[in-house]
């Protein structure tokens, strides 16, 4: 099982590995029904990961404004 530990040092794109290896897995079929359950909690904490690092990052995104009489400035995007 993946610690929490674990998972605060992971990057989003090595959580997203793993998290793809344990579909892999899940898809499979091979997997015991214990440790397919173990793998989907994991995978679980994973997906939880990635979501929060990509709202960090989608946070920080700007997008550069042309104002008039050329002046630019950043604002906040939106994604609708």
């Known amino acids: 099982m993946i610690s929490p530990q674990d998972l605060e040092g ?4 090595q959580a997203l590995a793993r998290l793809e290896q344990i ?3 899940l898809e499979s079929g091979k997997a ?9 909690e994991d995978g679980a904490a994973l997906k ?3 979501e929060k ?3 960090a990052a989608r946070l920080k995104v700007e ?3 042309l104002g008039q009489g050329g ?3 950043a604002e906040a ?3 609708n």
Do not use: D, P, Q, T
């Open 63 to 65: 997008k550069i404004v």
């Open 71 to 73: 002046a630019v400035s």
């Open 23 to 25: 579909v892999g897995e």
């Open 48 to 50: 939880a990961h990635c």
């Open 32 to 40: 015991e029904l214990e440790r397919s359950i173990e793998i989907y």
């Open 53 to 55: 690092k990509l709202e």
């Open 10 to 13: 992971m990057s989003f794109e």
């Open 77 to 79: 995007a939106e994604f």
